[in-house]
């Protein structure tokens, strides 16, 4: 039992339907890995033993269901998503205590599906950051060096399911926070489609650019998870009215052939030596494989960091106003007035990178500043859209670097803030341009041993393809887990 944590989802699935396995048996492992790897990773905010127990044994009493795609598979969830009765803190102290009535879409979904909710994974407060540093509740390391970030904000999911102890998880990605800590973590990470997944439930950075997606150990894993979260939602009205796809059955593509799009703003951008290197042989083996690389210039690219820090900044601004402590959220003991209530509450919970980013959107939103900064981010975003739909109608694919660095040090950025914004460059103008990417591991950095990434970047709502394409990359590029 104790080596059961070490199965793939796909694995674990077939084992689970077959019977050589049950559901309690493959929960005991999981919890079993978690007790034994929190400590040093501390990747999960909460962890539902109880309720994972007492699901999976339900589930084992009325025997495996082939109709339910998920059934008796241990899974987390990023610390985003409003679970009923369980503690949903956004890594904030502004939510420390609260506890949702209601599940999130996604949730119900999965649990419908029947998956076993092991775990609330650590995340960036309210998933602001690349790091998984500025958590209310503490740091997540790496599992490949403990010494190092794992990404973010996503990065407690990502830990999660390199350090086997689940075999997949949820993260959200608003600028990259699912492909980068899949990417630093050696596992693969999907930011499906805008509107291919419902954001019902899931606490808001910034309602235009956040989506919900999987993470886990290989693409056929993230495939299955993607068939139950997709699909249409009454309630969320960004959500794509298309019906979800049977992802699962995506057959891999072939590599001979295929036309990949490489954007040379992202590639002539300085790469650590070890990303470099990995990536050089990267495109040897594609090239060898048949695979037909296009340089592509997409000149908007180049503003997307900073028109994305304004849109992302205002609606931040926007979504948290609510926050604050007589509404919603954590109050101030002993306020003096209700402007220092309000000011207290704020300050007294929210964190320094929060803070930030609140302060810059209410000045790009501010009189006589709108026009100048939100309104230009908005075109920019447009044009930046726009070279993306071009350059995909020359190609297949894009093939970008998800991250130029491997996974650093702890604290290295904690007072440069800029240069962690900079380093988003490679992933944001995906969530600008609203478009599927998923992230794959190319491979270790000779120096650091550290996983690098490489992401594929299809048309909207083309995850079928993107998956397919991502399966023959899996045969080239061997898996890290």
Request: aromatic content about 8%; hydrophobic content about 40%; charged content about 20%.
């Amino acid at each position: 039992m104790s080596e059961l944590y070490h199965l793939t989802l796909s694995e674990a699935r077939e084992k689970l339907l077959d019977r050589e396995i049950s559901a309690s048996e493959l929960t005991a492992a999981c919890l079993g890995r978690i007790e034994r790897s929190e400590p040093e990773i501390r990747a999960c905010l909460t962890v539902m033993a109880e309720q994972a127990v007492q699901t999976a044994a339900e589930l084992d009493r009325r025997g495996p269901d082939p109709e339910r795609p998920l059934w008796g598979l241990p899974l987390g969830l990023k610390d985003l998503y409003c679970t009923k009765g369980v503690r949903t803190t956004a890594a904030s102290r502004m939510l420390e205590n609260y506890v949702p009535a209601y599940d999130a879409h996604v949730v119900s979904k999965l649990k419908e599906a029947g998956a076993v909710l092991m775990c609330k994974t650590n995340l960036d407060e309210f998933a602001m950051g690349s790091s998984t540093e500025f958590s209310a509740f503490g740091l997540t390391r790496n599992p490949w060096d403990q010494s190092k970030i794992p990404g973010g904000s996503s990065g407690g999911a990502a830990a999660s399911v390199a350090a086997y102890q689940t075999p997949g998880g949820l993260g959200t990605d608003t600028g990259g926070s699912i492909r980068q800590p899949a990417a630093l973590c050696g596992c693969v990470g999907l930011k499906p489609t805008y509107g291919r997944v419902s954001r019902y439930g899931i606490l808001a950075f910034a309602s235009s650019l956040d989506q919900a997606g999987p993470l886990a150990r290989r693409v056929r894993d993230v495939a299955w998870l993607l068939k139950v979260m997709a699909g249409p939602d009454d309630r969320d009205n960004t959500c794509s009215t298309r019906p979800a796809e049977d992802y699962p059955s995506a057959a891999p593509g072939k590599l001979k052939g295929l036309r990949l799009g490489l954007p040379q703003e992202l590639w002539e951008a300085r790469l650590d030596p070890d990303v470099a290197e990995v990536v050089k042989k990267a495109f040897a083996a594609l090239e060898a494989a048949g695979a037909v690389l296009i340089p592509m210039a997409m000149p908007n690219l180049r503003y997307s960091v900073a028109a994305y820090y304004i849109l992302a900044t205002a609606e931040a601004s926007t979504n948290l106003a609510r926050f604050d402590g007589l509404r919603y959220g954590r109050r101030s003991e002993k306020p003096r007035d209700l402007t220092e209530l309000y000011t207290a509450s704020r300050s007294e919970a929210l964190g320094p990178e929060v803070q930030r980013r609140i302060l810059l959107g209410t000045f790009a939103l501010s009189a006589g500043y709108y026009d100048a900064y939100y309104q230009q981010a908005a075109r920019v975003r447009r044009l930046i859209r726009d070279d993306y739909f071009q350059a995909l109608d020359r190609c297949d694919f894009l093939l970008a670097p998800v991250s130029s660095l491997p996974a650093w040090d702890f604290g290295r950025f904690a007072h440069d803030p800029v240069t962690v914004y900079q380093l988003d460059l490679m992933t944001l103008p995906v969530n600008l341009a609203g478009l599927p990417a998923l992230s794959l591991p190319a491979g270790l950095g000779p120096r650091s041993g550290l996983p690098v990434g490489l992401q594929l970047i299809g048309r909207p709502f083309d995850e079928m393809n993107l998956l397919g394409a991502g399966l023959a990359f899996e045969e080239a590029f061997p898996p890290l887990l």
